[in-house]
């Protein structure tokens, strides 16, 4: 397994990744997945075995401390010297499920985030993964803003 940032020639796997993991309201577009890659690219952790896409993290940078529905869709937000790392996605394919490659994704996500002086991460999730990123030292800051594809999220943060 490699873990490497992405580039541009990684959109059609990493779209075809989101597919599988969210439902239509909730993933990115291949279109939004090409804006964010050409902006920023490096925040995208890419997990492979071989040339095939496992896991990818993904998400910008930021001086905003809560993750908002307009970040989704606007790449051009992204402040690569931004205090905060926003995690917008965290996916793996259902056949590699349960064998920790997300968990490894986001143990190198907080070690670049920390490396790059951050003030630390934010993410939102779903309230039955709440306890798994709690595991990783994020802290439950209760309902989000985000009503990202109609459903609940919690905002969970890592502070360094």
């Known amino acids: 397994m490699l873990i490497r940032t992405a580039s541009i020639y990684d959109l059609d796997a990493v779209a075809a990744v ?3 993991c969210f439902p239509p309201a909730e993933a990115a577009t291949r279109e939004e997945f090409a804006e964010r890659l050409n902006v920023y690219a490096n925040h995208f952790w890419l997990l492979c075995d ?13 001086d905003e401390p809560d993750l908002t529905d307009e970040m989704f869709a606007k790449a051009e937000m992204h402040n690569e010297n931004g205090a ?6 965290v996916n793996t394919i259902p056949s590699e499920r349960k064998k920790g490659y997300a968990g490894i994704l ?7 985030a920390k ?11 779903k309230e039955e ?3 798994w990123y709690a595991k990783f030292g994020f802290v439950n800051e209760g309902l989000s ?3 990202h594809g109609g459903v609940p999220w919690y905002q969970m943060r890592l502070r360094f």
């Open 50 to 62: 071989g040339d095939h896409l496992i896991s990818f993290v993904d998400g910008f940078c930021t």
């Open 129 to 131: 993964k709440i306890a």
């Open 145 to 147: 803003v985000s009503v």
């Open 84 to 89: 905060w790392q926003m995690i917008f996605g």
């Open 106 to 112: 986001i143990h190198q996500v907080i070690a670049d």
């Open 115 to 125: 490396a790059q002086g951050r003030k630390g991460v934010v993410l939102t999730c």
């Open 18 to 20: 989101e597919a599988e």
